[in-house]
């Protein structure tokens, strides 16, 4: 039999086994095979709950050294790939321009739309992978990555290529979105509708070559209206691909119960979220992805009704919104920061929302735990309490990562 499994002692396991507490474990220890968790406990119960063929097979062994080990961490809503950045724009909000003020003006979103069809492939791609860096750094193992800046055919394919081509050459994985009904780009000035039609019209062949993996739009008064939403959405139907949202982020457009009859994986902002949408996203099974870092970076006022979603049951994600104009956030651990300081969730909330949460709001089930069968990504921490992930800002206390079962650098 093959020597072919991995024993990680010495760590204080942050399971999340359970629907609630941390599941913590002292003096645990993983048992990997390849990317996959084969056992997860405390050492002591190695003998008693391992076979000894299975244990035989031990190859390798690493000390983790005592340290905190959480899943791997999941940024489940990103517009990573841009060309340029918008300083300057933010510069003139605190001159007294609005977010809306800027879009209108037709700065915002398409003023990065230019940026990034004018920047090469490589450069596109060079900029992606710097950020995508620095939000591994701090262990983050699953990243996800949606278009929007391209907003042409040829552009829009450039942009997910890219965000491919970042999970093919960097220890993570990359899930890409389709969000080409982010803006209407220039080309359709005003024709908003033939917009719609024409990227519904490029979604089977982007499909057809492997780069969507989700479709998302942007539902908002400067954005897309839930009818053309529809359209959207029931493009992506007739190609079995599973959609997100937009919802609610600067006022109430429906666009939460429209996503649930689509069955959503998840609604995303979500500040003026309705109770009907609430039940709706309940009913459906739809997580929210609560983005503190564009509430922050606007300054919003309007907070996402937190203690209703808790109430219902409805599961949360937090992730960085990672993107030029409304959350250049780079710190998937500030946001756990920021999700407890400004929405008030509870540490342990904001940990579950950037793993197990995260990871369904991709719709993804392989990870997020960590229990026997899950993917083996895990991150060693130097903290003492996993309450600290959401106490410190600015510190970042990630000693080691694991992704799919070796260690990485970053
Ligand atoms: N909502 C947002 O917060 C970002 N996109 C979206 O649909 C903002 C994108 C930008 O300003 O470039
Ligand atoms: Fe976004």
Redesign the pocket.
């Known amino acids: 039999m093959s020597a072919d499994l991995v024993l990680w002692r010495n760590a204080r396991l942050v399971t999340l086994a359970g629907e609630r507490d941390w599941g913590l474990v002292e003096a645990g220890a993983l048992l990997t095979r390849g990317a996959q968790i084969e056992w997860a406990g405390a050492l002591v119960d190695l003998h008693a709950e391992v076979p000894a063929a299975l244990r035989a097979r031990v190859a390798a062994e690493h000390d983790l050294g005592g340290a905190l080990v959480t899943p791997g961490l999941v940024d489940c809503h990103t517009?990573l790939v841009y060309g340029g950045q918008r300083a300057r724009e933010f510069e003139l909000r605190l001159h007294g321009a609005s977010y809306e003020d800027i879009a209108r003006a037709g700065g915002?979103?398409r003023s990065?739309v230019a940026a990034t069809r004018a920047a090469s492939d490589d450069a596109l791609f060079a900029s992606a992978h710097q950020r995508a860096l620095t939000l591994m750094r701090e262990g983050m193992t699953t990243l996800e990555v949606k278009s929007g800046y391209g907003l042409a055919l040829e552009h829009e394919r450039r942009c997910l290529a890219t965000a491919r081509r970042l999970g093919n050459e960097l220890p993570l994985t990359v899930r890409t979105t389709y969000l080409a009904a982010?803006a209407v780009p220039p080309e359709f000035d005003g024709r908003p509708d033939d917009y719609v039609d024409a990227l519904c019209g490029w979604l089977p062949a982007l499909n057809a070559e492997g780069l969507v993996d989700a479709v998302d739009a942007?539902c908002e008064r400067i954005?897309f209206t839930p009818g053309q939403t529809r359209r959207v959405f029931e493009a992506a139907r007739a190609l079995g691909l599973p959609v997100k949202l937009?919802a609610e982020?600067l006022s109430d457009q429906g666009g939460a119960e429209l996503a649930a009859q689509f069955g959503a994986l998840s609604c995303d902002h979500l500040e003026h979220l309705s109770p009907l949408g609430e039940h709706a996203m309940r009913a459906a099974g739809t997580v929210a992805v609560l983005l503190p870092g564009?509430f922050y970076f606007l300054r919003d006022t309007q907070l996402p009704p937190v203690a209703a979603l808790r109430q219902a049951g409805v599961p949360m994600a937090l992730a960085t919104?990672h993107?030029?104009?409304?959350?250049p956030a780079l710190s998937l651990l500030l946001m756990l920061h920021m999700g407890c300081t400004l929405f008030r969730l509870t540490p342990e909330e904001a940990l579950r929302g950037v793993t197990v949460n995260g990871a369904l709001a991709l719709g993804l089930t392989d990870r997020g735990r960590l229990v026997a069968g899950q993917r083996a990504d895990f991150v060693a921490w130097e903290l003492e309490h996993p309450n600290e992930l959401a106490y410190w800002f600015g510190r970042n206390p990630c000693a080691r990562v694991v992704f799919g079962g070796a260690l990485r650098d970053a």
């Open positions: 517009h915002g979103i990065t982010h942007f954005g937009h982020q564009a919104d993107n030029p104009g409304s959350s």
